[in-house]
């Protein structure tokens, strides 16, 4: 066990008594900033999966109802043709209860498709690898149904995926400008605990201790309050993402994927209280240690 006891009077240090509550703020902002790279991270990795390689067809209902057989030999034609190209490895036409289920989110639960005039929605899986275009599906479908309608999930993913980027660098951005100004406070404090204990300094110096000794008393001084501060920040970051996780449980899974966490995931929150206890007291260290010998 490392002993954190130390031979200055830190009962007079005013300078220090809030670097325990700037660890906290630090570790709690880092916390949710790392937990929401993680989270970004496992929501286009799921999106990816759902969309990659596939493509969705649309053969649009005609009017009347008379026309039902009509519309499933368009839809059938459709499949056909989609089936004899060399780049499509699966093809599968959606059943009703998908279709309301995928409506779920904007109409409700008991919205009911045979009330909507809704297309047949055939499901495309590509050849993995496959150079195929969009446009060579298109031309297939519609030579045998002219009003068919492909959609590529690529073309809007790709947006998607520029905004989530931007939220996600914009959430390290947060953990970087958080750390900085950790650093940055921690020396400030640091200068100033040495001005309130220049005499106690110089009275070391003279019964022999280096530096170095010097520097370590601070160091152990910053250690214990940054571990206390860290602890408290961690706990509260634990509440903030659990009460975010009861939110996101009330949104309609046909918005989000499921978000499975990975152990990683939640051993990055102890890794944030840890790195912002060992930055403040590398930091204090350096601090110390730098600022003792430019003054000799």
Do not use: C
């Amino acid at each position: 066990m490392i002993s954190l006891r130390t031979d200055l009077p830190w009962s007079g240090d005013s300078a220090s008594r809030f670097i325990p509550w700037l660890v906290a703020i630090m570790v709690f902002l880092g916390t949710l900033a790392v937990s929401g790279v993680a989270v970004f991270d496992t929501i286009l990795s799921g999106w990816s999966k759902a969309v990659t390689g596939t493509v969705t067809v649309q053969i649009p209902a005609l009017p009347a109802d008379s026309e039902q057989e009509a519309n499933q030999a368009r839809t059938d034609r459709a499949v056909k043709a989609l089936k004899d190209l060399p780049s499509v490895e699966g093809v599968r036409v959606l059943a009703n209860t998908e279709i309301d289920a995928l409506l779920a989110p904007w109409l409700g639960e008991r919205a009911a498709a045979s009330d909507l005039p809704l297309p047949d929605l055939i499901d495309v899986t590509l050849v993995d690898g496959s150079t195929a275009t969009i446009e060579a599906l298109r031309s297939a479908v519609t030579t045998v149904v002219h009003d068919a309608i492909i959609d590529d999930h690529r073309l809007w993913f790709e947006h998607l995926i520029d905004l989530t980027e931007g939220f996600r660098l914009l959430t390290i951005g947060v953990a970087l400008i958080v750390t900085t100004a950790l650093a940055l406070t921690i020396v400030y404090a640091t200068r100033a605990s040495l001005a309130e204990f220049k005499e106690v300094i110089s009275v070391l110096h003279l019964t022999g201790a280096r530096d170095a000794y010097v520097a370590t008393q601070f160091a152990k001084r910053t250690l214990s309050a940054a571990f206390k501060g860290s602890a408290g920040g961690l706990v509260a970051g634990a509440f903030a993402l659990f009460a975010i996780g009861l939110l996101a449980r009330n949104v309609e899974s046909g918005f989000l994927p499921d978000i499975g966490l990975s152990l990683g995931f939640w051993v990055l929150p102890p890794l944030v209280s840890l790195f912002a206890a060992t930055l403040a007291t590398v930091t204090a260290f350096i601090t110390v240690l730098s600022t003792l010998r430019s003054m000799v």
